[in-house]
């Protein structure tokens, strides 16, 4: 037998290798097509069972458009060619002939009897070689030049028309930093106008995406027009527009200033006047403004009330869109953060108040939440009112969301709300139903173990915020809203201005009782997915890791679930590898689970009886999980009557079985195993089979060949 060179087991694919991404490269230059590149999107609302409309630049693009030229006037009016003329169907093709020729020659008078029709025609020439996808870089260049110096001066006059805004927009996608900004010079003093434009407003998206030097003038001429004025967020075109460049382009400061229109136009008229120290106050958003103003009580009701309303206005046009934007997501969170603050901090009245205004808010939008979960502010804007609810308003933000609940568990911000409504709504029978019954149907189940966001939906029910699956940054945030849960920091009556304290929090129960409900309410359902279909899944890398943690965390009579898993490590080892004489590479038999690493370990885990911790170099043994039950089902059902399955993982093929077993060993002689005689009689039985001579030498054999883990076997058998 040879020896074995490798030092690690490799990892082998039940599906081949994973295709590599194709790059897309220019035809004529063979580099690569930058202009392809995928861009960036904004997050995608639950709500929306298909794509979002075309209402931004990055759901859209010339490319794709046709050629509508001989079809659409320059007003954007369809010509039908069909009723154009009447043709008596009873006449030679000499008429059919004579009338399309005469419609024709109507369709050109039209052309031509509309403003700038010789520009416009002389620019699609043009246009129409400069688009060609079969040219060079070189000779794109030479047409990019020329469309320029046909347009130059007068982009304002063709910019707003329905085919003749596909030139411009060609040109600034194919065109150099110069032919950018001199388009960009050219509409300047017309940003708010292109994009409220249903054509112009595509080219504005790209100039804000392609020229980040001219960002913030293109920004800045929205100040004054996103809530007033043209009311650009509450228009059916503009809307798009100021979302993509908030939530893709704008950076904190630009942010900032969008905002700002929200705080009502005495806070826009006066921030013109601040100093430096006050412009830095004013940066941190709507906190910063009402530090600015300081203890003028006064101003800072006729702030909160100018915010409120602005809310209010967009939460009662939702036919607008514009509840799913991240800016008016941002808005609403700094207007509940403010409240948050006055109140856990400011005294018993301005407590009241916050209420007050909190609730105002909820009851207007109470019915749009699931529109706004999609967004980091959006999220944390429905975990506040969770949070701060009561049992009333929680139950009616479960309803609103409970038809979008599988959605929100693969969005990596919507989920939060869901994981913030586990951890303080008390009532955990409305949770089972509204939420947790749904995530572990076996259909939901199936889609959801695919992607990491759905595996964090799935633990979450069984072990919250633990590290394996949640970042530090995610724990981070789901903390946030446990201090009202709590109550800690809330003013309590006679304590005066300002007190902060540990008063009564707006959850009853504690957390370690609420999430036993929580586990104890879900683990049928996933014990029972498991049982159906545990051993398929557990070949597959990362649902094995859920598979795992099921096990190791669900409650309830796992025997079922633990017997489905050991029924597919019965197959033969190793995995007889035949194949057709027609097609050698169809394998007829799948490799065997031990031989894939991921499966191994998790029998292994389940063997030692949780997962090994690498910082504390120990085994996190997990409470509701029995090693030497499983250990003693092992040897029964995997064993069978022989042990030839379990003999055959030790010595032959790659042998991967050997930690497997070695871990069987150490179950079956562990100080705190039962001494029952079913675990003695596994005991004697797993001897018998492994300690043989024969065995033995197989074993030994294998060391030498230099398999992995046979002295931890000869070890563990040596225990027994």
Same mark, same amino acid.
């Given at each position: 037998?040879?020896?074995?060179?490798?030092?690690?087991?490799?990892?082998?694919?039940?599906?081949?290798?994973?295709?590599?991404?194709?790059?897309?490269?220019?035809?004529?230059?063979?580099?690569?097509?930058?202009?392809?590149?995928?861009?960036? *999107?904004?997050?995608?609302?639950?709500?929306?069972?298909?794509?979002?409309?075309?209402?931004?630049?990055?759901?859209?693009?010339?490319?794709?458009?046709?050629?509508?030229?001989?079809?659409?006037?320059?007003?954007?009016?369809?010509?039908?060619?069909?009723?154009?003329?009447?043709?008596?169907?009873?006449?030679?093709?000499?008429?059919?002939?004579?009338?399309?020729?005469?419609?024709?020659?109507?369709?050109?008078?039209?052309?031509?009897?509309?403003?700038?029709?010789?520009?416009?025609?002389?620019?699609?020439?043009?246009?129409?070689?400069?688009?060609?996808?079969?040219?060079?870089?070189?000779?794109?260049?030479?047409?990019?030049?020329?469309?320029?110096?046909?347009?130059?001066?007068?982009?304002?006059?063709?910019?707003?028309?329905?085919?003749?805004?596909?030139?411009?927009?060609?040109?600034?996608?194919?065109?150099? *930093?110069?032919?950018?900004?001199?388009?960009?010079?050219?509409?300047?003093?017309?940003?708010?106008?292109?994009?409220?434009?249903?054509?112009?407003?595509?080219?504005?998206?790209?100039?804000?995406?392609?020229?980040?030097?001219?960002?913030?003038?293109?920004?800045?001429?929205?100040?004054?027009?996103?809530?007033?004025?043209?009311?650009?967020?509450?228009?059916?075109?503009?809307?798009?527009?100021?979302?993509?460049?908030?939530?893709?382009?704008?950076?904190?400061?630009?942010?900032?200033?969008?905002?700002?229109?929200?705080?009502?136009?005495?806070?826009?008229?006066?921030?013109?006047?601040?100093?430096?120290?006050?412009?830095?106050?004013?940066?941190?958003?709507?906190?910063?403004?009402?530090?600015?103003?300081?203890?003028?009580?006064?101003?800072?009701?006729?702030?909160?009330?100018?915010?409120?309303?602005?809310?209010?206005?967009?939460?009662?046009?939702?036919?607008?869109?514009?509840?799913?934007?991240?800016?008016?997501?941002?808005?609403?969170?700094?207007?509940?953060?403010?409240?948050?603050?006055?109140?856990?901090?400011?005294?018993?009245?301005?407590?009241?108040?916050?209420?007050?205004?909190?609730?105002?808010?909820?009851?207007?939008?109470?019915?749009?939440?699931?529109?706004?979960?999609?967004?980091?502010?959006?999220?944390?804007?429905?975990?506040?009112?969770?949070?701060?609810?009561?049992?009333?308003?929680?139950?009616?933000?479960?309803?609103?969301?409970?038809?979008?609940?599988?959605?929100?568990?693969?969005?990596?911000?919507?989920?939060?709300?869901?994981?913030?409504?586990?951890?303080?709504?008390?009532?955990?029978?409305?949770?089972?139903?509204?939420?947790?019954?749904?995530?572990?149907?076996?259909?939901?189940?199936?889609?959801?173990?695919?992607?990491?966001?759905?595996?964090?939906?799935?633990?979450?029910?069984?072990?919250?915020?633990?590290?394996?699956?949640?970042?530090?940054?995610?724990?981070?945030?789901?903390?946030?809203?446990?201090?009202?849960?709590?109550?800690?920091?809330?003013? *309590?009556?006679?304590?005066?201005?300002?007190?902060?304290?540990?008063?009564?929090?707006?959850?009853?129960?504690?957390?370690?009782?609420?999430?036993?409900?929580?586990?104890?309410?879900?683990?049928?359902?996933?014990?029972?997915?498991?049982?159906?279909?545990?051993?398929?899944?557990?070949?597959?890398?990362?649902? =094995?890791?859920?598979?795992?943690?099921?096990?190791?965390?669900?409650?309830?009579?796992?025997?079922?679930?633990?017997?489905?898993?050991?029924?597919?490590?019965?197959?033969?080892?190793?995995?007889?590898?035949?194949?057709?004489? =027609?097609?050698?590479?169809?394998?007829?038999?799948?490799?065997?689970?031990?031989?894939?690493?991921?499966?191994?370990?998790?029998?292994?885990?389940?063997?030692?009886?949780?997962?090994?911790?690498?910082?504390?170099?120990?085994?996190?043994?997990?409470?509701?999980?029995?090693?030497?039950?499983?250990?003693?089902?092992?040897?029964?059902?995997?064993?069978?009557?022989?042990?030839?399955?379990?003999?055959?993982?030790?010595?032959?093929?790659?042998?991967?079985?050997?930690?497997?077993?070695?871990?069987?060993?150490?179950?079956?002689?562990?100080?705190?195993?039962?001494?029952?005689?079913?675990?003695?009689?596994?005991?004697?039985?797993?001897?018998?089979?492994? =300690?043989?001579?024969?065995?033995?030498?197989?074993?030994?054999?294998?060391?030498?060949?230099?398999?992995?883990?046979? *002295?931890?076997?000869?070890?563990?058998?040596?225990?027994?």
């Amino acid at each position: 037998m040879a020896a074995t060179t490798t030092k690690k087991r490799a990892a082998k694919s039940q599906s081949g290798p994973a295709p590599k991404k194709v790059k897309k490269t220019d035809t004529a230059t063979g580099k690569l097509d930058t202009n392809t590149t995928k861009k960036a *999107k904004r997050s995608i609302p639950v709500t929306l069972t298909t794509s979002p409309p075309n209402d931004s630049e990055n759901t859209d693009d010339e490319d794709d458009w046709e050629d509508a030229e001989d079809d659409v006037d320059f007003d954007g009016q369809a010509v039908d060619d069909d009723n154009a003329m009447q043709v008596d169907s009873g006449e030679g093709k000499t008429s059919a002939r004579e009338s399309h020729i005469a419609q024709k020659v109507l369709q050109q008078s039209r052309k031509a009897a509309k403003p700038h029709s010789d520009l416009i025609s002389e620019a699609k020439r043009v246009w129409a070689l400069a688009r060609s996808q079969s040219i060079s870089a070189s000779e794109r260049k030479k047409h990019i030049t020329d469309l320029m110096n046909v347009v130059r001066g007068k982009v304002k006059l063709i910019v707003f028309k329905h085919d003749a805004s596909r030139i411009i927009q060609t040109l600034v996608k194919y065109g150099g *930093k110069a032919e950018r900004e001199e388009v960009c010079e050219e509409l300047k003093g017309s940003y708010a106008d292109s994009a409220k434009n249903r054509y112009a407003k595509f080219l504005l998206l790209k100039l804000i995406r392609l020229l980040p030097s001219h960002r913030t003038d293109i920004l800045s001429s929205f100040h004054g027009h996103v809530l007033s004025r043209s009311r650009l967020l509450l228009h059916r075109e503009a809307s798009g527009v100021l979302a993509d460049a908030f939530e893709l382009y704008a950076n904190g400061a630009q942010r900032a200033e969008l905002v700002k229109e929200f705080y009502g136009k005495e806070v826009a008229l006066f921030s013109q006047k601040q100093d430096q120290d006050d412009k830095g106050k004013s940066s941190k958003g709507l906190i910063g403004v009402l530090e600015t103003i300081g203890s003028d009580k006064e101003k800072k009701a006729r702030v909160l009330a100018a915010v409120k309303e602005n809310l209010i206005s967009i939460f009662n046009n939702p036919d607008k869109g514009a509840v799913r934007h991240a800016i008016v997501h941002c808005a609403t969170w700094e207007y509940l953060d403010v409240l948050g603050r006055m109140q856990d901090s400011e005294g018993e009245d301005a407590a009241k108040e916050a209420e007050k205004l909190r609730r105002d808010l909820f009851e207007n939008c109470a019915e749009l939440l699931p529109e706004m979960v999609h967004t980091k502010d959006g999220s944390r804007v429905v975990r506040e009112f969770l949070a701060r609810g009561s049992a009333k308003d929680r139950k009616t933000i479960l309803k609103t969301l409970k038809p979008h609940i599988e959605r929100m568990c693969l969005d990596d911000e919507a989920q939060m709300v869901l994981f913030t409504a586990f951890d303080v709504i008390d009532d955990t029978k409305l949770l089972q139903k509204s939420v947790a019954s749904i995530i572990t149907t076996p259909n939901t189940l199936n889609t959801l173990v695919k992607s990491p966001q759905g595996r964090r939906a799935i633990i979450y029910l069984l072990i919250p915020r633990s590290r394996r699956y949640f970042t530090i940054a995610q724990i981070r945030a789901l903390r946030d809203t446990d201090n009202a849960r709590d109550g800690v920091g809330s003013t *309590k009556q006679g304590n005066g201005e300002g007190a902060m304290t540990t008063g009564d929090g707006t959850s009853k129960k504690s957390p370690e009782v609420r999430q036993e409900e929580v586990r104890r309410g879900a683990s049928e359902a996933l014990l029972s997915w498991v049982e159906e279909q545990g051993a398929e899944l557990a070949r597959e890398a990362a649902e =094995s890791l859920i598979i795992a943690d099921i096990m190791l965390h669900a409650e309830g009579d796992k025997s079922s679930a633990s017997q489905a898993l050991l029924r597919g490590l019965t197959t033969q080892y190793p995995a007889s590898s035949t194949s057709s004489a =027609s097609s050698p590479s169809s394998l007829s038999t799948p490799v065997h689970p031990l031989d894939l690493p991921h499966t191994s370990r998790l029998y292994k885990n389940l063997l030692q009886g949780g997962h090994f911790n690498h910082s504390l170099r120990t085994v996190e043994i997990s409470p509701r999980w029995d090693s030497t039950t499983f250990a003693v089902e092992f040897v029964k059902i995997v064993g069978g009557d022989d042990g030839a399955v379990i003999k055959d993982m030790c010595t032959k093929g790659e042998r991967n079985g050997s930690f497997v077993v070695a871990q069987l060993c150490e179950a079956l002689v562990r100080e705190d195993a039962s001494s029952t005689q079913e675990v003695k009689d596994s005991r004697e039985k797993l001897k018998r089979w492994l =300690s043989t001579s024969e065995t033995l030498k197989a074993i030994e054999e294998g060391e030498k060949d230099g398999a992995k883990g046979t *002295k931890v076997l000869l070890d563990g058998i040596g225990k027994l």
